[in-house]
């Protein structure tokens, strides 16, 4: 079993930058790859980043490359997610999750955190 908090969203200015973090209890977290999604009102879920389990392989969407980089450190139990140059349409709730495989596909993954809120004013 593995939980997982997200913290770090807020309120940001386009063009602006945060960072997301998500904390994961349980001393197997560094058997999980381990994703980011994002799901705006009205909009499915959607894949964000992904990172394999010891941190040497990550992939992005096409719309978040280039501007987003995801990253873990095993030793603290978190992965992060820095995002710069945001633009409004990034708005969303932010999720992590925990699973067996690095996918781009969010139900090949087994645990999920709450979410925080990201909004990106004009």
């Known amino acids: 079993q593995v939980q997982l908090v997200e913290s770090g969203g807020g309120l940001v200015q386009a063009g602006g930058s945060l960072r997301l973090s998500c904390a994961a209890s349980?001393?197997?977290?560094?058997?999980?790859?381990m994703g980011w999604f994002r799901q705006a009102p009205g909009k499915e879920r959607e894949f964000v980043a992904g990172?394999?389990?010891?941190?040497?392989?990550?992939y992005y969407a096409d719309s978040v490359k280039g501007r987003f980089t995801i990253s873990r450190d095993n030793a603290k139990n978190t992965v992060y997610l820095q995002m710069n140059s945001l633009k409004p349409e990034d708005t969303a709730v932010y999720y992590c999750?925990?699973?067996?495989?690095?996918?781009?596909?969010?139900?090949?993954?087994?645990?999920w955190g709450q979410g925080t809120q990201v909004t990106v004013s004009s």
């Open positions: 990172i394999s389990e010891s941190g040497g392989s990550t």
């Open positions: 999750a925990a699973g067996a495989l690095a996918s781009t596909i969010a139900t090949r993954y087994d645990y």
């Open positions: 349980g001393r197997t977290f560094s058997s999980y790859a």
